[in-house]
């Protein structure tokens, strides 16, 4: 199962519920269908579409995933806000002040693209 609460089967996608990610799945296909079982419990049951590139999906899946508070506080609560964590990712290796940048006149540019100002 991906991260995005994805199974790829033969070319196409299907949604199962978030709280899945990260566990083994077991597809069972027959005829048409596809049937999706976790711990030998059934999760649900989808229409193999025809073709590749499809989306399958169920929306009571979204609307858990919506209703997890547990989730969404771990997710979006880190005693941050929610400005100001990009600072975060900056290398350590490389000092906040350390730019390499030749100030020059705007004149030189003209000079070297052959523009003249008045």
Known sequence: MNKDCTVCFEGNSYIVPHTLVGHDLVLRVKDASMRVFADDRLVVTYAIPEGKGHLAQDK???????????MNRRKCSRGKSGK?????????????????VDVRSPHVYDYLTGEVRP
């Open 60 to 70: 009571r899946f979204y609307e858990a995933l919506k209703e997890d508070r547990e």
């Open 84 to 100: 100001g964590r990009a600072r975060c990712t900056i290398s350590p290796l490389k000092p906040l002040c350390d730019l390499d």
